[in-house]
């Protein structure tokens, strides 16, 4: 198993923790999460600070922590001693010289240091080692640099980073070793070698600089193909702090990290939700889970397709496994669109899972899966990663990360108990062991239509397909506690507003809306983004007793239907506010909504509401304060946007 929960401070302000992928604080909250999981989780594990990803319109590499040991949790160097008389400032010119004397020593190389400057910081002292490793020992090389040209670019990041690699000699390895110190500490660049070097390397530091403050490493991630390491990495993406965990053996170890990084995000003033009055929800960023093999030569699902098919159909058949633990933004233009909700048809995913059913268990068949599924499983711009179940990782060849056998499962959400997180990620487990049974697979895909996206996507909908997901674990002998699961929904589904009169009530929830997806925006940095219009919402209404026999309830002076009858779903779509760019923008937001309860036999009013807004509910208003709202259709009852759907739509 493998995670990537996501964090954001308690008090998030500014855009990284919005819309933009860094800012000013987030490498500091980094940092100190990273120093809290060394002391908890890992002591004496080596922290690398490494360039990331580089996205289109953003100028630098985004960054990551990387939170290194080897795989029984041992350091990959000893623990050093603390500091001695002096040893907590930063070193000076001669204890530079003797740390690259001695660095030489251990490696067995002659060093050839070259100062450069800092054009953005003169007081930063930095000096750029040559050092490679090429076969089985280390090289050097003088770098010989007229003194105009001893500095580094302008560009943000560690000195190893910007170095002037375009007057570097030519018919060597490009690899340099820099050490930089500064008014804080200092820190060392560690070349791009494999990892038994990388290793050496790290070791020969430590041996060199016993006497100084520890340095903070930089460097890029080598390669570990032969698992030798477990590795915790920090990084920065839009909006929040993402933790890309090391891979788990066992739920358990999973269960046991979401702890840990909650217990050390709380100390540092990071969590995994967001607050707004007294409510909260989800960072926004996800919680995905990742599932895949011990290791590709004895992968479970590359000789088992029949048990992958068995996994996608099962999912596609239960709308709660894309809804209930995912995000507000759901639906074909969100990060993990179902696979009928995506570029492919419902026959085109029929084909493909009888052709991988026919293929012969107990043989390779990873190829072929990986190029089955992986057109089929996209959103509908073919972005192969947006999907509630990603196969991007699965076995694609024509991407550098995208051989190792993983299923991602995107549609969770962050929470805010761990406990919560953890009971999730074991449904899924419980799932994917339940359907290695051939009796308990499905034979064949759903056909939703409209009712996906009406009635799917309804709290009181979701719940009860949910309880029929844990009535299958449940008769295969894999019980799970279901108030748990409820108390997730509750949470997930916040109820806007209660009533009750004897054998008569009335619930609202607030209930999902997948939000459209609009054209292509001119963004700062010459690209594009794809906006969506997040401006509708949508509420449940459910009545018990013999309601609509005896009361009605308008909004905004039309009548709800609700012939429907108890028990059965009915729902409200409106515009809560107006944005740029949107749908639509000519039409009118329809928030405060007012919600007047009468009686059917002489339209006497019961009770009256205001809804301003999901996040403070429903607000009751005292008999006799204001009149009810009579728009021009006020005699029209509220109808769908086509007949058979239960939701009513304020727009028409």
Not at 255 to 275: H, I, N, P
Not at 317 to 342: I, K, M, T, W
Not at 441 to 454: K, N
Request: net charge negative; proline share 10%; glycine share 8%.
């Amino acid at each position: 198993m493998g995670g990537e929960p996501t964090f954001v401070p308690e008090f998030p302000e500014g855009a990284e923790w919005s819309v933009a992928a860094d800012g000013p604080t987030k490498l500091g909250y980094a940092r100190a999460l990273a120093a809290e999981l060394q002391n908890r989780v890992w002591p004496g594990c080596t922290i690398l600070f490494c360039p990331g990803k580089r996205y289109d319109g953003e100028v630098n590499p985004r960054w990551a922590l990387r939170l290194i040991t080897t795989a029984d949790g041992t350091p990959l160097v000893p623990s050093p001693d603390l500091p001695k008389q002096g040893g907590g400032t930063p070193p000076g010119p001669q204890a530079i010289e003797a740390l690259l004397s001695g660095l030489g020593l251990c490696l067995g190389v002659m060093l050839h240091p070259l100062e450069l400057s800092d054009p953005g910081d003169a007081q930063r002292r930095v000096w750029a080692v040559p050092l490679a490793w090429d076969q089985e020992r280390w090289h050097t090389t003088a770098w010989t640099l007229q003194p105009a040209l001893r500095q580094l670019n302008g560009a943000a990041g560690p000195a190893g980073l910007r170095l002037p690699l375009e007057h570097f000699p030519a018919g060597v390895l490009k690899q340099v070793l820099t050490i930089e110190v500064h008014a804080d500490g200092w820190g060392v660049f560690l070349p791009p070698v494999p990892r038994q070097p990388f290793e050496q390397l790290l070791q020969a530091i430590a041996a060199s600089s016993s006497s100084l403050l520890p340095p903070e490493l930089s460097g890029v991630l080598p390669l570990d193909l032969d698992g030798r390491w477990q590795v915790l990495g920090l990084t920065a993406d839009p909006g929040v702090l993402e933790v890309n965990l090391p891979v788990c053996s066992s739920w358990q170890q999973y269960a046991d990290w979401l702890q840990a990084l909650e217990e050390a995000g709380t100390q540092v003033g990071l969590r995994s939700f967001k607050q707004q009055g007294d409510r909260s929800s989800g960072t926004g960023g996800g919680n995905h889970l990742l599932l895949g093999g011990p290791e590709l030569s004895r992968h479970p699902l590359f000789v088992r397709p029949a048990w992958l098919v068995a996994i996608l159909r099962y999912w596609q058949r239960h709308p709660s496994l894309a809804y209930l633990f995912s995000g507000n933004s759901v639906g074909p233009a969100s990060q993990a669109p179902r696979c009928d909700e995506g570029s492919t048809s419902l026959l085109d995913l029929e084909l493909a899972h009888r052709l991988l059913e026919q293929l012969r268990e107990g043989e390779d068949h990873r190829v072929a899966m990986g190029e089955t599924l992986r057109h089929l499983h996209a959103d509908r711009s073919g972005n192969t990663h947006r999907s509630e179940i990603s196969l991007d990782k699965f076995w694609n060849p024509a991407w550098s990360a995208g051989c190792q056998g993983l299923l991602e499962f995107r549609a969770i959400e962050s929470m805010p108990d761990h406990r919560w997180s953890a009971a999730v990620a074991l449904l899924v487990r419980a799932l994917v062991v339940m359907l290695l049974d051939p009796a308990r697979r499905p034979a064949a895909l759903h056909p939703w239509g409209d009712v996906l996206h009406d009635q799917a996507l309804l709290p009181s909908q979701l719940l009860a397909d949910l309880h029929l997901v844990l009535a299958d674990l449940e008769a295969a002998a894999l019980p799970l506690p279901g108030a748990l699961f409820h108390a997730i929904w509750q949470w997930r589904f916040p109820l806007l507003l209660h009533w009750q009169s004897q054998d008569l009530g009335l619930e609202i929830r607030e209930a999902l809306e997948p939000w459209p997806l609009l054209c292509d925006v001119p963004v700062e940095g010459g690209s594009t983004s794809r906006f969506v219009d997040s401006s509708l919402r949508r509420f449940e209404v459910m009545v018990h007793g013999p309601f609509s026999q005896h009361l009605q309830l308008k909004i905004d002076g039309r009548p709800l239907p609700l012939a429907a009858g108890a028990g059965q779903p009915i729902a409200v779509r409106y515009r809560q506010e107006a944005l740029y760019p949107c749908l639509h923008p000519l039409m009118p937001v329809h928030v405060p909504l007012r919600l007047d309860l009468v009686a059917l036999a002489d339209e006497r009013p019961i009770a009256s509401w205001i809804l301003e807004d999901p996040a403070s509910g429903c607000c009751s208003l005292e008999p006799g304060v204001g009149a009810a709202s009579q728009p021009a259709a006020a005699a029209l009852p509220l109808r769908p946007a086509a007949p058979g759907l239960c939701t009513m739509d304020l727009r028409f």
